[in-house]
């Protein structure tokens, strides 16, 4: 029977080699963060515009899809690095926005004639909560 003996030396030399490889896997993901905060902002922004500011429907819209296109072509190009599913994930929460805006919560406000901007300020951000999911580690693991 063979039995693996390691020094000390090597052991600890290991267990240095795996937390610089964990910490370069945490700071080779960290655009994932900024790339998840730039998509919320982009569709919160697009929400504001259209319905404190007044600015017309395709107005507001051809800057989000410029921006989204954009940040989504890094994105892919940086694939490698992403968190497991975090594009997946990512690409739900957008579609969840975008239905939870424009087929749910924007009605229901013109519905009820709510037009105060806080309560727009309070869709908006409801509406990109999916987006911000995205940030927490749990849901890229």
């Not at 690409?91 to 424009?102: K, Q």
Request: one cysteine or more; charged letters at 15%.
């Amino acid at each position: 029977m063979s039995t693996n003996h390691i020094s000390i030396d090597d052991a600890r030399k290991m267990v240095i080699a795996s937390e610089k490889a964990a910490r370069d896997a945490r700071r080779a993901t960290l655009w994932f963060r900024v790339f998840v905060f730039l998509q919320a902002a982009y569709a919160l922004a697009f929400t504001l515009s259209i319905d404190i500011a007044g600015v017309p429907y395709w107005p507001a819209f051809a800057p989000l899809a410029v921006a989204t296109i954009s940040i989504w072509m890094i994105a892919f190009r940086y694939r490698q690095s992403v968190p497991r599913n975090g594009l997946r994930n990512m690409g739900i929460a957008l579609a969840t926005w975008f239905a939870l805006y424009t087929l749910m919560l924007d009605p229901a406000l013109q519905l009820f004639g709510l037009s105060s901007p806080w309560w727009w300020v309070a869709v908006g951000m409801i509406a990109i909560t999916p987006m911000l999911a995205c940030l927490l580690p749990s849901s890229r693991r």
